[in-house]
């Protein structure tokens, strides 16, 4: 996986108000994290943040924030910690990042992906779950999978596969429960038939049928020809 490359700059001031100047500035403040400590405060430009969150890696991108200390030019490698976007607009409001070495392993999740189509669902009109999402994993930096592909063609109703049955390369390590279901095929939902018009009492006799006065006249109407015509 390639890092992307992003020009950072120190910040000194910190707060609400502070980070407002910034966003109204184009910018996004951010926190570099080391160890879980405070490594350093920056500002970086939220249309960057952006262009770096669309590659395929998504929010598993690698990072070289590049930026000045000092006079002099450095950098940090990170990788998205945590990220908060505004409520209502949706965008980008500060982002946490954890320094890494591309040298050591790290823990992140990376989504699941169905591909096929499950013969239960195909053939007998089944319901393809996807129960789990993300897989919890431990590789190096450069060494992260965009996502899991987990085929489906074989599945038929009642079956299901579970994270144990997932096929990753031999330098990824799975930490999620190997037990938990990822993906399983349901029965089709079954419409429940109509209640019927009559109603029944509790004794199993029909409740007696109620008529009106005009209705009541014509059937008495329609029995006094039948006798005519006796």
Same mark, same amino acid.
């Given at each position: ?125 089944? +319901?393809? &779950?996807?129960?789990?999402? @993300? ?9 992260? =999978? /965009?996502? $899991? ?40 939902? +079954?419409? &429940?038939?109509?209640?019927? @018009? ?9 409740? =007696? /049928?109620? $008529? ?19």
């Amino acid at each position: 996986m390639a890092e992307i490359i992003i020009h950072a700059q120190q910040r000194e001031a910190t707060g609400k108000e502070a980070a407002k100047r910034l966003r109204n500035a184009g910018l996004a403040p951010v926190i570099v994290y080391k160890k879980g400590k405070i490594g350093v405060n920056l500002a970086v430009k939220s249309v960057d943040l952006i262009h770096a969150l669309h590659t395929s890696a998504g929010e598993n991108v690698i990072i070289k924030l590049e930026y000045e200390k000092d006079g002099k030019k450095t950098h940090k490698t990170v990788i998205i910690k945590e990220m908060q976007h505004h409520p209502i607009r949706g965008n980008i409001i500060h982002i946490d990042f954890s320094e890494i070495s591309l040298t050591q392993s790290i823990q992140v999740k990376v989504p699941i992906h169905p591909v096929g189509e499950a013969v239960g669902v195909k053939r007998d009109g089944g +319901i393809l &779950e996807h129960v789990l999402w @993300e897989l919890d994993i431990e590789c190096l930096p450069t060494q992260i =999978p /965009e996502k $899991i592909d987990v085929n489906v063609d074989e599945l038929e109703i009642g079956d299901s596969i579970h994270v144990k049955d997932l096929k990753v390369d031999n330098d990824i390590k799975i930490l999620t429960d190997p037990e938990e279901v990822v993906m399983i095929v349901e029965h089709p939902k +079954i419409e &429940e038939e109509p209640i019927a @018009e009559e109603e029944v009492t509790e004794e199993g006799a029909k409740e =007696p /049928e109620v $008529i009106g006065e005009k209705e009541r006249e014509e059937r008495q109407k329609e029995k006094g020809e039948t006798k005519t015509q006796e």
